[in-house]
C-alpha cells in the first residue's frame, strides 16, 4: 500500500513537472515572439531616429511639414473618433436592444472595412468625390473640395474606423440585455435619463476600449489615407505619410524620428488598452 501511494506521488510529481516545462516552454516561445516582432522593431524605430543625435532628433519633429503632417493627424483623429462613437453607441444598441428585419444585414455592412483593403475604400472615395467622379462635376460647380483634402481624409479615415466602437459594444449590451432600462423607464426615468444612469455606466469600460483602438486606427492609418490625400507636402500628409516620404528620400533619420512619435501613441494605446481591461475584468 505505502508502495502505491510513493508511486502515484512520484508520478503526480511528474506530472506536475511537465505541466510547468509546457508552461514555460509556451511563455518562452510567447516572449520571444515578442521580442522578435514587436519590441525589436520599437528599440530599431527609437534608435534609428537618435542615430544623428538627440538635437537632429527633435529638429526633424519641429521641421514645418513634420509639424503640418503631427497637426492633421490629431484633427483627423479628434474628428472620427468621436463620430464613431457617437455611431458605434446607436448602432449597437440598434442591434443588441431590439429585433428588427435586416439586422444580420446591418451587421455584416458594419464588417465592411474589416473585409475590404483600405486601399479599395480610397479608390472608392476617388470614383465618388474625384473630379472625374460621381459627383465630381456638382462638387467642382460648387467649390467644394473633398478628394485630395482634408475632408477626404477625414471620410476614409470615419470609413475604416467605424467597426471598432460598435463591435466591443454589441457584444456587452446584448449580455446585459434590457431589464434594468425598462426598470428605469418604469420608475419614471426619461430616455436621456436611462442612457446616462443605466447604460452608459454599464458600458462605460467597453466603449473606452473601442474609442482607443479606433483612436490607434486612425493615428495609424495609411492605405486609405494614401489614395485620398494627394501626397501633397505641408497639406495632406498624415504621420505615416510622411515617414513614407522622408524614407522614400534616404532621410532615414527624419524619418524614424517621425515613426517614433506612432510609436510613442501606440505604446501609450497598449497602456491604456491594458488599463481598460483590467478595469473591466474588476
Known amino acids: 500500500m505505502v508502495v502505491k501511494e510513493l508511486v502515484v506521488h512520484e508520478k503526480r510529481i511528474q506530472a506536475d513537472w511537465a505541466a510547468k516545462l ?14 522578435l516582432f514587436i519590441l525589436l522593431p520599437l528599440l530599431t524605430v527609437f534608435s534609428e531616429g537618435l542615430k544623428k543625435g538627440i538635437q537632429l532628433y527633435f529638429l526633424s519633429l519641429i521641421e514645418p511639414d513634420a509639424l503640418a503632417a503631427i497637426k492633421l493627424t490629431l484633427l483627423i483623429a479628434v474628428i472620427a473618433v468621436p463620430v464613431n462613437t457617437v455611431f458605434g453607441v446607436i448602432a449597437a444598441w440598434g442591434i443588441a436592444k431590439f429585433n428588427f428585419k435586416g439586422k444580420n444585414i446591418l451587421i455584416t455592412l458594419i464588417d465592411i472595412p474589416f473585409a475590404v483593403s483600405p486601399v479599395i475604400a480610397g479608390l472608392v472615395f476617388v470614383l465618388l468625390f474625384g473630379s472625374r467622379g460621381l ?24 470609413f475604416v474606423t467605424f467597426p471598432f466602437v460598435v463591435r466591443e459594444l454589441i457584444p456587452i ?11 428605469a423607464i418604469t420608475l419614471g426615468a426619461s430616455g436621456w435619463q436611462m442612457f446616462f444612469r443605466v447604460t452608459l455606466p454599464n458600458i462605460k469600460w467597453g466603449l473606452l476600449y473601442g474609442v ?5 486606427r486612425a493615428m495609424g492609418e495609411f492605405g486609405a489615407v494614401s489614395v485620398v490625400s494627394g501626397h501633397i507636402r505641408g497639406e495632406t500628409n498624415t504621420i505615416p505619410l510622411q515617414v513614407e516620404i522622408l524614407y522614400n528620400e534616404y532621410n532615414f533619420s527624419a524619418a524614424f524620428a517621425v515613426a517614433s512619435i506612432l510609436a510613442l501613441l501606440a505604446l501609450l494605446t497598449l497602456v491604456l488598452k491594458s488599463i481598460v481591461e483590467w478595469k473591466t475584468k474588476r
Open 173 to 183: 449590451m446584448q449580455e446585459q440585455g434590457i431589464s434594468e432600462e425598462q426598470a
Open 135 to 158: 459627383l465630381g462635376p456638382f462638387l467642382e460647380a460648387n467649390n467644394i473640395k473633398i478628394i485630395f483634402g482634408t475632408p477626404g481624409i477625414v471620410l476614409a479615415t470615419v
Open 212 to 216: 482607443i483602438l479606433c483612436n490607434a
Open 22 to 35: 509546457r508552461k514555460w516552454f509556451l511563455i518562452g516561445i510567447a516572449l520571444v515572439f515578442l521580442g
